[in-house]
């Protein structure tokens, strides 16, 4: 069964640092294209950042230049390193893999910018 377990999550003041994890078990990992999508109080879930099997690198305009997202298949673990953080990043974060045509989620990792 496929599970996947996002962490990292928390307070930061703007201009700050925060990365985010997600371990996933029951798929094979280095085959599987991985993302992070967000959802902000009353808006709609958007996707923040895409790392393909082939390793290449996917971002939403709104996030180019702050965030980066890596992986690391021997760990079977992605992350999303965000740096420059803005007040407008406050979300619930969550991992997403699509694998034989299923859609599975992480829990959500709640990151919080503010003074």
């Known amino acids: 069964q496929v599970q996947l377990v996002d962490s990292g999550g928390g307070l930061v003041q703007p201009g700050g640092s925060l990365r985010l994890s997600c371990l996933a078990s029951?798929?094979?990992?280095?085959?599987?294209?991985m993302d992070w999508y967000r959802q902000a109080p009353g808006k709609q879930r958007e996707l923040v950042a895409t790392t393909t099997w082939d390793g290449s690198t996917k971002y939403a305009d709104s996030v180019k230049g702050r965030f980066t997202i890596s992986r690391v298949n021997a760990k079977s673990t992605v992350y999303l390193q965000m740096n420059s953080l803005k007040p407008e990043d406050t979300a619930t974060y969550y991992c997403h893999v699509q694998s034989s045509g299923m859609h599975y989620w992480g829990k959500g990792t709640l990151v919080t910018v503010s003074s």
């Open positions: 029951g798929i094979n990992f280095r085959f599987n294209n």
